[in-house]
């Protein structure tokens, strides 16, 4: 059961995350990606994940794809952008992109079919990963990491701050 | 069988409360403001709510042509949803609780924080300026508290040692958490009452300066969908205030689902009456009050918290 829902959710994502591309309409686009957030959540939630599900709707879905669905709707130009955008973008032109991606595809294919096969034969149980337990991995082997994530997060609040701060006269 | 039919029972429930909480409110606005409200319609001017909803529904549903008319009509329906959803992991009483969910504090944070598409897509699908003014204003509002609505909670979560709502209820058999959370508690509030922008911070709504603002462009039963998910909102906020801070169904003599569902009236008649008892902030003042006060009182209450608890240990 867990392996058909599984199935149908990475064919969401993997089709929401396809249809992002060719859309002309900016916010359409966006609204695609969103859906892909949330079947990933889904694919967290059923490999036992359910904090990482949470956090990526939480983080993903609900902050950082609002925050960019707030600009594109800021700088939307209507139906002349629209046109603009299906001058610029023909199906044609994604045709190199399309046959290299599937090349890395098939390569991935390849690798992961051994496994596959392998875990088909033994369904181990489900392995639920509690809150507990990515604190104690965050803030035991992982610190450095959470503490650089930290510093980089410092940075960037100092730099949006700066580009973001009134132009003040300098006194001369 | 009993799984299915409970839910459906709480939803039809929910649904008739919140369409009942529209004629409550203008009733009891009424009478604080010293008029009479809505009372020709049946006893008290109860059969009010079936009056407006023969109304809401015999209307045109229009949708104007210069919309993104996907994404218009989808729009309300994500605030229903997500409201109804998040009634999933309320534990009602011992025995009523729809999912006992072990990150259901998460899931409540994950649900509020999309609600805020069904602001954003109505303001930018509805393609008129006022509607655009007033989703960018939902949308900033509610990114903003949003961010110390989910650090107010996790004070509760250090002392109940759990993100389950069910356990966090019963962590607070000897003491109710807004004793040692009253920040957290007033934090919280105010970020509920910003998410399902009410009154006093109903700015993306604001009538006097924008209009209607994001549901300028809604009529009929569309209209109506985001006036039930406001008041599904409250409910739910009312609810949460109940299961985090003041024991959820526990208190003495009576039953618990009777205690959860008085205390939860309580919270839901007190976000009425500060509907009528504050005036509106300017837009500028809210976004400042948010980050400049309710975000270090937040991260405050969180740093004191956590070191009680290491004490304490």
Known sequence: MIAVLFYIAAAVALLSAVLTVPRHNAVHALLYLVITMLAISLIFFLLGAAFAAALQIIVYAGAIMVLFVFVTMMLHQGELSIRQEAQLYRPSQSFGAIVLSIVLLLETLYLLAPVLIEQQATASALNVIGAKQIGLQLFGPYLLLVEIAALLLLTALIGAFHIARRHQEIPT | ?313
């Open chain 2, 1 to 313: 069988m009993h799984e299915l039919v409970t839910p459906l029972i709480i939803l039809l429930i929910l649904l008739l409360s919140a369409a009942t909480l529209t004629w409550v409110e203008r009733r009891i606005l009424g009478f604080w403001q010293d008029r009479y409200g809505p009372n020709r319609v049946g006893p008290f001017g109860l059969l009010q709510v079936v009056a407006d909803m023969i109304k809401l529904f015999t209307k045109e549903d229009w949708i104007p042509p210069f919309a993104d008319k996907v994404i218009f009509v989808i729009a309300p329906m994500i605030v229903m949803i997500m409201m109804l959803l998040g009634f999933a992991i309320i534990p009602f009483s011992p025995q009523l609780q729809i999912v006992d969910f072990d990150n259901g504090l998460l899931f409540f944070l994950a649900i509020s924080s999309l609600s805020v598409y069904s602001v954003m897509l109505a303001g930018f699908s509805s393609n008129s300026k006022y509607a655009l003014f007033g989703a960018l204003r939902a949308t900033a509002q509610m990114i903003s508290y949003e961010v110390f609505m989910g650090l107010s909670l996790m004070g509760v979560v250090i002392l109940s040692g759990s993100f389950s709502l069910r356990e966090i209820v019963e962590a607070q058999s000897e003491q109710w958490f807004f004793i040692p959370q009253i920040a957290a508690l007033g934090i919280f509030m105010i970020a509920g009452i910003a998410e399902s922008h009410r009154a006093p911070f109903d700015l993306p709504e604001a009538e006097h300066e924008i209009v209607a603002g994001f549901h300028t462009e809604y009529s009929s039963m569309k209209f109506g969908m985001f006036f039930i998910g406001e008041y599904l909102g409250v409910i739910l906020i009312s609810a949460m205030i109940v299961t985090l801070f003041f024991g959820g169904w526990q208190g003495p003599l009576l039953p618990p689902l009777l205690w959860f569902l008085l205390k939860t009236s309580a919270f839901v008649l007190f976000f009425i009456l500060l509907r009528a008892a504050t005036p509106r902030p300017r837009y500028d003042q809210l976004m400042a009050f948010g980050w400049k006060y309710m975000l270090p009182l937040a991260l405050l209450n969180l740093l004191l918290t956590g070191a009680y608890r290491l004490w304490t240990q």
